[in-house]
């Protein structure tokens, strides 16, 4: 309950609302501009693939960009602030461990990301097309984005955390991890555009699996190390 109420807590904070809807416009801008580029591909296929198509298209490489950069700057100032604003004694010295703060902030950011890119792309996906065909197709893949997402959104956050709390100063932090998981497209079982296709044609939910194994070793760790760390 106490983690709860810290997750809460870590919600009432303006500038993250601002970072937040930032972020949604420019997620919805490239899904809309990958919607518009799609047209003559998505029209190539058959009519009964054309909803299909555009649900997971919507997600490119331009897309995960600003959700990476904005997962990045946004756990390195949920993680780092107190400490980089003097404030740190007060957060700390809570009835609460130590662990329990740093897990309560890794939550809310990382269910702060999973509600706005899944709301963002769903909503702009139903006004896109006609709503009554389109709510049909995110209902029968509603499972697969969100196993998608979960999944990227994890991973990036997990990543960040641990920059956020090995660096000390939080746009630094923040640069670093995104720079890592710009990196990391390049490889190819962490290139979330390739993860995507896979499971859109072939129905590899698997291709999951090594973002949520670097996520179940990143966060422990991650935690860990922020626990036995001076807390100035």
Known sequence: MK???????????PIKDYILVILAGISAFFMKMNLIKAVPLILSNTPQSW???SLFIMFSASTYIPVSLGVS???????????????????????????????S?????????????????ILLFSLHFSPINSLKVVAAHFHVLLAFYASILLY??????LFSVLVPNAPIASMLSFFTIFVLTYVK?????LTLQNIAIENELKTLLPY?????????VAIEISARRDVR
Do not use: Q
Not at 212 to 220: E, G, H, M, N, Y
């Open 3 to 13: 983690g709860l109420k810290l997750v809460v807590w870590e919600s009432n904070d």
């Open 51 to 53: 909803l299909h198509d």
């Open 73 to 103: 700057i946004l756990t390195a100032l949920t993680i780092r602030g107190e400490r980089d604003d003097g404030s740190s004694y007060f957060l700390y010295s809570l009835p609460v461990s130590i662990r329990t703060i740093i897990l």
């Open 105 to 121: 902030k890794i939550v809310c950011v990382y269910m702060h990301f999973l509600a706005l890119i899944l709301i963002t792309h």
């Open 156 to 161: 990036t956050v997990s990543l960040s955390a």
């Open 189 to 193: 079982i962490f290139n979330p555009v």
């Open 212 to 220: 949520l194994v670097v996520s179940a070793v990143l966060i422990p």
